[in-house]
């Protein structure tokens, strides 16, 4: 056999069955189990299995992003290597897959994939979603394409895909754009690529980040709490096209001269931040004192880039550069 994918488990639903003593599901299925229902993988390709972690997904931390980082970089090193598989709970599985995005630069396929069912359940997604991932591995269409999540028989970029829902199997979709593709008959087909690729290269995470939501009226006190708990950078998701309620101003003008940085991005699903408006509070007067805009991120994700920029430098400027010069 030519090919040899590598299947890091982390853990999720994915590994899950229900406890009858608490009806309830709990981490319960090996990785060994897990692969014994993904049938017929071997007429494709060998398969090499890596305990990382029996994670929940709202378990996992920036931390353990990055070591499995480095683990994912060490195994696309290995030349007997195709491609790598990372098992992931759904909850966070959007955050871990661009956290690795921005921090691995290999051609050859990273694929994240989770389930929305457990073993115990009907209809069990796991090993359908797992054998589409590993197909995907394993193909020569998905190099050179960054991270990418493979759930419910669809391909989406990392930097673009989110969960959409709480409950159905096809709640990874990429709103903005829609998917790079789709695993078909054991096959991959792309209908389209991604024009950008973004890459930090750090090893270190600054995890004092807060991720606020901006509502009608709030005013500075969340970001002045942020500020005296000495967190180091602060994403807001703004209202529209990026703007937020007057009494938010006086707290983003205080952080950023004590050089804490502002990410601006949308609360809204789809649509990027822009200096469109220029009233008090609006994108255009954000950009005068000195916030960032983070284009069409949403939250989670503005944040986990936030850190990652922020494990390189503490200049403002310097941070602008990574989210805007896109």
Same mark, same amino acid.
């Given at each position: 056999?030519?090919?040899?994918?590598?299947?890091?488990?982390?853990?999720?639903?994915?590994?899950?069955?229900?406890?009858?003593? +608490?009806?309830?599901?709990?981490?319960? !299925?090996?990785?060994?189990?897990? *692969?014994?229902?993904?049938?017929?993988?071997?007429?494709?390709?060998? +398969?090499?299995?890596?305990?990382?972690?029996?994670?929940?997904?709202?378990?996992?931390?920036?931390?353990?992003?990055?070591?499995?980082?480095?683990?994912?970089?060490?195994? !696309?090193?290995?030349?007997?290597?195709?491609?790598?598989?990372?098992?992931?709970?759904?909850?966070?599985?959007?955050?871990?897959?661009?956290?690795?995005?921005?921090?691995?630069?290999?051609?050859?396929?990273?694929?994240?994939?989770?389930? *929305?069912?457990?073993?115990?359940?009907?209809?069990?997604?796991?090993?359908?979603?797992?054998?589409?991932?590993?197909?995907?591995? #394993?193909?020569?269409?998905?190099?050179?394409?960054?991270?990418? @999540?493979? *759930?419910?028989?669809?391909?989406?970029?990392?930097?673009?895909?989110?969960?959409? /829902?709480?409950?159905?199997?096809?709640?990874?979709?990429?709103?903005?754009?829609?998917?790079?593709?789709?695993?078909?008959?054991?096959?991959?087909?792309?209908?389209?690529?991604?024009?950008?690729?973004?890459?930090?290269?750090?090893?270190?995470?600054?995890?004092?980040?807060?991720?606020?939501?901006?509502?009608?009226?709030?005013?500075?006190?969340?970001?002045?709490?942020?500020?005296?708990?000495?967190?180091?950078?602060?994403?807001?998701?703004?209202?529209?096209?990026?703007? @937020?309620?007057?009494? *938010?101003?006086?707290?983003?003008?205080?952080?950023?001269?004590?050089? #804490?940085?502002?990410?601006? @991005?949308?609360?809204?699903?789809? $649509?990027?931040?822009?200096?469109?408006?220029?009233?008090?509070?609006?994108?255009?007067?954000?950009?005068?004192?000195?916030?960032?805009? $983070?284009?069409?991120?949403?939250?989670?994700?503005?944040?986990?880039?936030?850190?990652?920029?922020?494990? +390189?430098?503490?200049?403002?400027?310097?941070?602008? /550069?990574?989210?805007?010069?896109?």
């Amino acid at each position: 056999m030519e090919n040899k994918v590598a299947v890091i488990f982390t853990g999720g639903t994915i590994s899950m069955k229900v406890d009858p003593r +608490i009806n309830a599901a709990i981490p319960a !299925l090996s990785s060994e189990e897990i *692969m014994a229902m993904v049938t017929n993988i071997e007429k494709y390709t060998d +398969i090499e299995i890596i305990n990382f972690a029996k994670l929940p997904g709202p378990h996992m931390t920036p931390e353990k992003m990055m070591e499995l980082s480095k683990l994912v970089r060490k195994t !696309l090193a290995r030349k007997d290597i195709t491609g790598v598989v990372v098992t992931h709970g759904t909850d966070t599985l959007e955050e871990t897959a661009y956290l690795l995005h921005l921090t691995i630069k290999n051609e050859k396929p990273v694929i994240v994939v989770g389930a *929305m069912r457990n073993g115990s359940e009907l209809g069990y997604d796991g090993p359908s979603n797992l054998s589409a991932a590993i197909c995907t591995a #394993i193909s020569d269409e998905a190099k050179n394409k960054g991270v990418l @999540v493979v *759930m419910n028989n669809e391909v989406n970029a990392a930097s673009e895909v989110t969960k959409t /829902n709480t409950l159905t199997v096809n709640t990874f979709k990429a709103p903005e754009f829609g998917p790079l593709g789709i695993v078909d008959n054991d096959e991959v087909i792309f209908y389209r690529d991604i024009k950008y690729r973004d890459y930090i290269p750090t090893e270190n995470i600054e995890t004092d980040v807060a991720l606020l939501k901006t509502g009608v009226g709030m005013n500075s006190d969340l970001i002045e709490f942020c500020i005296q708990s000495g967190y180091k950078g602060i994403v807001i998701e703004a209202l529209g096209r990026g703007n @937020v309620p007057p009494k *938010m101003i006086e707290g983003i003008e205080n952080a950023i001269n004590k050089n #804490i940085p502002i990410v601006i @991005v949308s609360r809204c699903p789809t $649509g990027r931040v822009l200096d469109t408006y220029g009233y008090e509070g609006a994108g255009k007067h954000l950009k005068k004192l000195g916030a960032i805009f $983070g284009y069409n991120l949403p939250g989670q994700k503005a944040r986990i880039k936030l850190m990652l920029a922020l494990g +390189i430098t503490n200049d403002i400027n310097k941070i602008r /550069n990574i989210f805007e010069n896109i």
